[in-house]
C-alpha cells in the first residue's frame, strides 16, 4: 500500500504534511496545508496512481483554536480510504472549494459554512443551506451564544426541553 504522505510530498515537495493518528488504534488522517489544499486534492483525484474517484464526506469539527474540515475520499479501484484534514485559519475561516472535482461537495461545503463559518473559496453558490439567511452566528461553533428571539419569535433554550441529564 502506498504512504500517501510520502506520494504527496514527492509531488508538492513544498507542502509537509502530516500524519495525524486518531483515537482509533489503526486510523490516521493526512492533514494538508490550506494553500495547497485544492491542488493536493487534484492531484489525489486525477493522478493515475491515486485515483481517488469518490467523495464520502465532508464534516466540520470546532477545536477551538481552529475549524477543521475533514474529507473522506475512496478509490474503488483498490478498496482504499483516505482521510484528509484541513484547517482553516481563525482569520479568514477560508479554504478553497473541490466542487469542481467532487460535486458532491456542493451541499456538504455549504453546510460546514453554514454551522461553522468557513467559507470555500471559489464554491459555485457559497450561501446558507440550514439556517435563514438573515440568521447571525454559525451554531455548531464552541463560541456560538443562541439568539433568545429570532424575528420576534422567542427561541426556547435547550435546557427547557432537556429530558434527561446530559452525559457530560
Not at 41 to 55: G, M, W
Amino acid at each position: 500500500m502506498i504512504d500517501w504522505r510520502d506520494w504527496v510530498e514527492e509531488k508538492f515537495p513544498d507542502s509537509k504534511p502530516e500524519w495525524i493518528q486518531e483515537a482509533l488504534e489503526d486510523e490516521k488522517s493526512l492533514l494538508l496545508p490550506t494553500e495547497q489544499f485544492d491542488t493536493i486534492v487534484r492531484a489525489l483525484r486525477l493522478d493515475d496512481q491515486a485515483r481517488f474517484d469518490s467523495l464520502h464526506c465532508i464534516a466540520g469539527v470546532d477545536r477551538k483554536q481552529y475549524i477543521e474540515v475533514v474529507y473522506i475520499l475512496f478509490a474503488f479501484s483498490r478498496n482504499e480510504r483516505l482521510k484528509l484534514k484541513v484547517r482553516a485559519n481563525n482569520e479568514l475561516q477560508e479554504i478553497p472549494s473541490i466542487t469542481e472535482l467532487y460535486p458532491s461537495a456542493d451541499w456538504h461545503e455549504r453546510e460546514i459554512y453554514d454551522m461553522f463559518g468557513v467559507y470555500f473559496r471559489n464554491h459555485p453558490d457559497m450561501r446558507r443551506i440550514l439556517m435563514p439567511d438573515d440568521w447571525e452566528g454559525h451554531p455548531l461553533r464552541k463560541d456560538y451564544v443562541q439568539p433568545e428571539f429570532y424575528n420576534g419569535w422567542r427561541i426556547a433554550a435547550e435546557e427547557e426541553h432537556r429530558t434527561a441529564r446530559p452525559v457530560n
